[in-house]
């Protein structure tokens, strides 16, 4: 049983207007019941997949949600950390502290913060689209390029 009772603030509700993914709740439930007081917690995507039964590319894209939503930020490889307005702390004192010393766009009670997370999911899955885009661009002109290549070949005999 864990000893971190205090939370700087109640997010069920705000959590359910995100409409994330439910490998996302999963994977933020799990890393919020592991991390260390504060919300750091060092896990792999590997582990995380075994905890909950999911493959790795679900985890990843899982905590790609959660990094767009601003509740989870890579430190680096292997490193988490939850929003410190969804951490769990040793005392209250703890909590406010850590909220207080926040930057004000990664606080989860701003007024557009729902708004700016679709905004983000809209922006990354446009990026991902123009990726698709470019790599379909990319095989088509390999193929103009090799059959163009096929036509100028001479058998030589």
């Keep these: ?3 971190l009772r205090f ?11 995100l409409d994330l ?4 709740y999963r994977a933020l439930l799990k890393l919020r019941a592991l991390s260390e007081a504060g ?6 995507q590997a582990t995380v997949g075994q905890l909950l039964g999911l493959s790795r590319p679900s985890v990843n894209a899982a905590l790609r949600s959660l990094e767009l939503a601003k509740l989870v930020k890579k430190v680096r490889n292997g490193v988490y950390q939850i929003n410190p307005m969804l951490a769990g ?3 209250p004192e703890d909590a406010v502290a850590a909220v207080n010393a926040m930057p004000t766009n990664e606080r989860l009670d701003t007024p557009r913060f729902v708004a700016n997370y ?3 999911v809209a922006a990354y899955q446009d990026q991902l689209a123009k990726q698709r885009e470019k790599r379909a661009a990319q095989a088509a002109a390999k193929k103009a390029s090799d059959a163009k290549r096929r036509k100028t070949l001479h058998a030589v005999g």
């Design 1 to 3: 049983m864990s000893s």
């Design 89 to 91: 702390y040793h005392s």
């Design 39 to 44: 919300g750091r917690i060092s896990i792999d």
């Design 21 to 24: 993914p439910p490998a996302s």
């Design 118 to 120: 679709h905004q983000a």
């Design 7 to 17: 939370a700087s603030v109640n997010a069920d509700g705000l959590l359910a207007d």
